[in-house]
């Protein structure tokens, strides 16, 4: 290929631009990436967003007495919990609180009856339990 010096110029002139602004994005991304690490007050203030949001879930159930062999798996819309044989799912739009009082209620109800759902969904406005 042929290119006149103009053209190879221009050339040079638009990988370097590409190469200087890859280079402050990764410095920026960086950059912040060093102050969230060292500058923070608490230790656990530098957890993974995911990582705070299980340990809040955790801590409700711990206050509702459903801890115990519970597992939590965070996805991008909401929250399964798996409690036994019952997989409970959450929306993360919504108050965490809420749905725990709610999840509490539907499984007292079933303790009484003398029966245990398999899935409970508490992301609509009704929950849905299917036995």
Known sequence: MNYSIRKRQKIKKIIK????????????????????????????????????LEKKVREKLE??????????????????????????????SKDID????TLQAIINQDRMEGRKAKIIDLRYKNPIARY
Request: charged residues 15%; aromatic residues 10%; without cysteine.
């Open 17 to 52: 631009a590409v190469l200087v602004v890859n280079f402050l994005a990764l410095f920026f991304l960086v950059g912040r990436q060093a102050v969230s690490v060292y500058f923070l007050k608490k230790p656990g203030d530098i957890l993974h967003p995911t990582i705070n």
């Open 98 to 101: 809420q749905q725990l009082k």
């Open 63 to 92: 206050d509702y007495q459903l801890s115990q062999g519970t597992d939590i798996l965070i996805k991008p819309s909401m929250i399964i919990l798996k409690i036994g044989q019952s997989q409970i799912f959450l929306a993360k």
